[in-house]
Each structure stands twice: as structure tokens, then as C-alpha cells.
């Protein structure tokens, strides 16, 4: 299993990135992402079930970021808007068993993309 993540970057407070995290040899799991700053643990961003039909944010991002699948499933994409100094972090791309568990903790979290860095500048 294999998961490629892309479209980290620098933009100002307020503006809006996509992150796209690409999946291989990976069917019927929950995809989603979380960040990390360092000196803090990894913290849940956002999750979504294989079929699309659960969804789970933060409430840190909830209101300014949408996950989304693309038509194959094997893509998941996240759009954030609105963006914020604090959400300053190294994004990963991740895959688990249920959405339930993803979002309980970075612990549940069966495989893991390499990250992919946000600055966000005020």
C-alpha cells in the first residue's frame, strides 16, 4: 500500500490550498488526513469512508476545509479554505479501518503517506 500525498505549499491567512492523496493497492478503507507542528502530537483533520457516505472534521477545521473522494475512490482530496496561521503544519495522508476509529486517534491509523508541508503566513 502505497499513499502519495501533494499540493502543500505557502499562502497567506485567508487564502485556500488543495491537498490531494493519492492511494495504491488500497480498497475499502477509510481515508483521510491529519497534521502535526512539532513538539505536539499528530492531530485528526478530517476523515472520509470508502464510500463517501461519513465524514468527520475537527472542530478546529470544521466550516473552512472539505475532504472529498474522486470518482476512482483510490483519490482523496482536501479543500481548504480560509486559512489560518495556527493551521501551519505538515499534513499526512491516511487510511483506516472506519472513519470512527481514524478520528479517535492518530494511534488507529493503518498506513501513512509521506507529509506534505503547509505554511500559512498572517
Known amino acids: 500500500v502505497q499513499l502519495q500525498a501533494s499540493g502543500g505549499g505557502s499562502v497567506q491567512a485567508g487564502g485556500s490550498l488543495r491537498l490531494a492523496c493519492a492511494a495504491s493497492?488500497?480498497?475499502?478503507?477509510?481515508m483521510g488526513w491529519f497534521r502535526q507542528v512539532p513538539g505536539k502530537e499528530r492531530e485528526f483533520v478530517s476523515t472520509i469512508s470508502w464510500d463517501g457516505g461519513s465524514i468527520s472534521y475537527a472542530d478546529s477545521v470544521r466550516g473552512r476545509f472539505t475532504i472529498s473522494r474522486g470518482d476512482a475512490k483510490n483519490t482523496v482530496y482536501l479543500r481548504m479554505n480560509s486559512l489560518k496561521p495556527e493551521d501551519t503544519a505538515v499534513y499526512y495522508c491516511a487510511a483506516g479501518s472506519t472513519t470512527t476509529t481514524m478520528r479517535t486517534s492518530f494511534r488507529h491509523v493503518e498506513f501513512w503517506g509521506k507529509g506534505t508541508l503547509v505554511t500559512v503566513s498572517s
Open positions: 493497492r488500497l480498497t475499502g478503507y477509510a
